[in-house]
């Protein structure tokens, strides 16, 4: 039936015995007429291969009567010999063919396994055919005792089918062929080898191999009559090719069956090496009653290399072929029996291949749970059609949803109620896949090879994280049967398989960390189970600690009272048992969080934050901090005005309080308003010093503020001090209508004449109202750009004509801006190209109040490295001016910034060039200046960055004597986007006023 015969090698039906020093390499077996067992081959002794024979026992052992008492016994010959056929005389002596180095070779042995040194030459016969390769690998003895051999041999150009027969003393029977020996060619000059020979009844020889006559390699068979010549009756030459796959066919053995049939048997390469089968009628005609065509070609599984050696006859017809296969990896024996039209014999190996055992690991992937079951029904195997047909696996005692069965390789998903797919066919149903079984219902598709290949890839695993050490499943085959199969219903065959499971360690897992609220400055706020937990399936929870790996900032977490810092450790079973608790440290703050991390003492550790939310408590007073905060604070203010003072405060309570702002008292409140949200404290009606209202009449008054934040609430008594102010001043409201027409200034118009954006002050004018207009005028002067002038009286009459203010003529000059003092005395300075030796520097010419120039044009700035440019002048009322402009890469930063230079009356320099700007980041440029008659002066500049956002527009104080007055000032107070272009006027008291353009986006204000 195909199973191991136990009563065999020790009860395993297998024996392995080792013979030389190497690799030892068994070729053939013949069972004697005593039921002992000879195997021949070659195996290694003193450095070179020699036959090898072993005899053994019916029961596998060793007869140690055979050979040197071990049941081994070797040639002994000189060289490399080795054995590849045995043959046994009807006197018992054994005959064993193969090579010795290029030539056939034919030993002869005693019964006892020594040599025959009456035969041959010293036991044995070498035979040459052309001075070539030649090889023996066949041996079969006629009725009359002569020996054939069949193998290959070498033309010198190609190899032929090669026999030689032998007289019973071992010389050539020169009757065949008249030399006793004879070489075949199959195609042209082909490469043919001869590898199993054998006789028919009527004494022909058959000898099979494989030839490339074709191309590829394919099966070979010849027949020869008894005298050696070609039997033409067959196949019409007495040689037949024939091609089994798309690759190379290997004719290995040969048989003939008692109908005269001829089997010849080896392998075949179709996808991948297969057992492969052709049977011949005797004229060497295939015999298609044989698998449909004569040929039979057998995979044993998937991609396995399958390699048919051998076949035999069996006396009921059918047939054995023997080889090996690599279904496991690993070259194993392999053996099919086919019925006598070629299918498989379903009742060859049909013994159960369950009850093995399988490991699976907890959380790996499914393991299969046996990967060489097969089913054989000898009903279904024997139509190849399994339908009806079911298989159930469910665990012994019952079913267990952790059982979970899945598919693996080319079985497709078993989805329940869904098709069954093996290899792309659907070859039935799942008809149930849940809750712990499995059930596959089978349909026409289901052949014996799916059927079989589907049930290897069924795979296990168990979804539980604590599963069982063990389970057994238990396979149950129905067959489905309802009357085709014939009378008893269905009937089933059962198995099973024992998954052994190794449990792993579950890792533990943060199931909840919601973390709390508390109150702010509370404690013994206990963190419980619901706020924090962590799970294991494996362990309790005192065996899964947290340790402490970050402690809050605001407060504390304190196990039974005590404070836990960083390494502390603490368990789940202390947070089940309420003992892990926070303490809030009373700071304004609204969050507090700690870090840890948990592990169950293996494995991965698992981590998080621990988030507390603090719900804020309102115990912080609000305190005035205005006019430097305090009780009481002092004020003075001006007459006339309403505005006294912005009351402002703090609150450090967090989120920050609605403060609002109120009057409670105070001897002069009624006299008084403050605003509740904004804290800006001003007079109902502005006070007249000459007019007191306060109650003592004496310009104090006296006013109480508080501050509230809905509960605390803070006060402070403000004493303000009226001042008096000058009423000599009166503002006098002008006529804004136009004196006259407009006029054009320049007299010059061809070319370009232009007041440009960055000029400082294009116009001047002197107390009695008489003016001076400045510009540039394009090629002019007679190179580019020059600068000139007109001066007008109060009626807006020309005095004179233009006239040039630049000496200098070469490049250009640019941006004039001009400065008059009240009786009419002007400065004009300009920027002019490389007139200073590098780049642009700042030039200026003085004139007279009849327009005559004073002096000559003059140098301004002292520092001429790179470019100084946008001037501006402006001039006090004793003629001293005061002019400035940006300076390229003088400030420490290597930018820009702003410089000015005082000048007397007469023009002398008055101390050194100074720098403006006290902040040097980035860019400052573009300035503007003016003075009061006393000469005190302000200038301003735009800024680039230094109010958060592009440029802003800052400007500092300087007294007549070019000292600063206090740090330099932002001048802007809405900072988003740019501020950049501006301009600065100034009163005689000193009071000056900033105007400039804003930015936001496209637009402009």
Sequence with gaps: DGSLDTSFGGGTGKVATAIGIGADNAKSVKV????????????????????????????????????????????????????????????????????????????????????????????????????????????????????????????????????????????????????????????????????????????????????????GNDFGLVRLNSNGSLDTTFNGTGKVVTPIGSGSDLGLSVTVQSDGKILVAGQSNTA?????????????????????????DTNFGGSSDDRGAAVLVQSDGKILVAGTSTINGNYDFAIGRFNTDGSLDARFNTTSTLGGTVAYTEGGSPVVLDNDVSIFDIELSSLNNFSGASLTLVRSGGTNAQDQFSATGLLGVLTQAGNLVYNGTTIGTVTTNSGGTLVLTFNSNATQTNVNAAMRLIGYSNNSDTPPSSVQINWTFNDGNSGSQGTGGALTANGSTTVNITATNDEQALAINTGMTVLEGSAGNVITTAMLQTTDVDNTAGQLVYTVTGVPTNGFIRRSGIDLTVSSTFTQADIDAGIITY?????????????????????????????????????????????????????????????????????????????????????????????????????????????????????????????????????????????????????????????????????????????????????????????????????????????????????????????????????????????????????????????????????????????????????VNSTTVNAQTSPAVAMAANGSFIINWTSSGQDPDSSSGIYAQRFDASGVAMGGEFRVNTYTSGTQQLTSIAADSAGNFVITWASDGQDGSNYGVFGQRFDAAGAAQGAEFQVNTTTADSQLYHDVTMLEDGRFAVAYQSRSGSTYE
């Excluded at 002596?93 to 042995?109: E, H, M, P, Q, Y």
């Excluded at 004879?182 to 080898?193: C, E, K, M, P, W």
């Excluded at 209202?693 to 809905?710: F, P």
């Excluded at 490049?811 to 920027?831: C, H, I, K, S, Y």
Aim: hydrophobic content about 35%; proline content about 2%.
């Design 32 to 215: 004697l007429a005593n039921g002992k067992i000879l195997v021949v081959g070659s195996a290694i002794f003193s450095g070179s291969y020699d036959i090898a024979l072993v005899q053994y026992n019916a029961d596998g052992s060793l007869d140690t009567s055979f050979g040197g008492g071990d049941g081994i016994a070797n040639s002994g010959i000189a060289g490399s010999d080795e054995g590849n056929c045995v043959a046994v005389q009807s006197d018992g002596k054994i005959l064993v063919a193969g090579s010795d180095n290029s030539n056939f070779l034919l030993a002869r042995f005693l019964s006892d396994g020594s040599l025959d040194t009456s035969y041959g030459t010293s036991g044995r016969v070498s035979t040459d055919f052309a001075g070539g390769l030649d090889k023996a690998y066949s041996m079969t003895l006629q009725a009359d005792g002569k020996a054939l051999l069949g193998g290959l041999t070498f033309n010198g150009t190609s190899f032929d089918f090669g026999v030689v027969r032998y007289h019973t003393d071992g010389t050539h029977d020169t009757s065949f062929n008249s030399t006793g020996k004879v070489s075949i060619d199959l195609g042209a000059n082909s490469n043919d080898t001869g590898y199993a020979i054998t006789t028919q009844t009527d004494g022909k020889i058959l000898l099979s191999g494989w030839t490339d006559a074709d191309g």
């Design 272 to 296: 991948g090496n297969n057992f492969a089968a052709v049977r011949y009628n005797s004229d060497g005609s295939l015999d298609t009653t044989f698998g449909g065509t004569g040929k039979v």
């Design 583 to 859: 303490l809030h440290n009373d700071s304004e703050t609204s969050s507090d969080s700690f870090t840890f991390t948990v592990d169950d003492g293996s494995g991965t550790i698992s981590g998080g934050t621990f988030i507390v939310t603090v719900t804020a408590v309102n115990d912080n007073n609000p305190i005035i901090t205005s006019n430097s905060g305090g009780a009481t604070a002092s004020i003075n203010v001006n007459e006339n005005a309403t505005t006294v003072t912005t009351v402002t405060a703090t609150d450090a309570d967090l989120p920050s309080q609605t403060l609002t702002y109120s009057k409670i008292g105070g001897a002069d409140s009624a006299l008084f308003t403050v605003d509740g949200s904004t804290g800006v404290l001003s007079f109902i009606t502005a006070p007249d010093y000459e007019n007191p209202t306060d109650i003592g009449g004496d310009n104090t008054y006296e006013v109480v503020v508080q501050v509230s934040d809905g509960t605390l609430t803070d006060t402070q008594t403000i004493t303000v001090s009226v001042k008096n102010v000058a009423d000599g001043i009166r503002v006098t409201p002008l006529s804004t209508g136009p004196l006259g027409g407009e006029t054009l200034v320049n007299t010059t118009t061809s070319n370009v004449q232009s007041i440009t954006s960055n000029v400082a002050q294009a116009i001047a004018a002197d107390a009695s109202g008489n003016y001076v207009v400045v510009w540039g005028s394009n090629a002019q002067d007679g190179d580019l750009y020059g600068i000139f002038a007109q001066r007008f009286n109060a009626d807006g009459v020309p005095q004179g004509t233009e006239f040039q203010i630049n000496s200098t003529t070469t490049d250009q000059q640019l941006t004039p801006t001009v400065a008059m003092d009240r009786t009419g005395n002007f400065v004009v300075t300009w920027m002019s190209n490389l007139q200073d030796g590098d780049s642009y520097g700042i030039y200026a010419q003085r004139y007279n109040a009849a327009g005559v120039a004073q002096g000559s044009e003059f140098l």
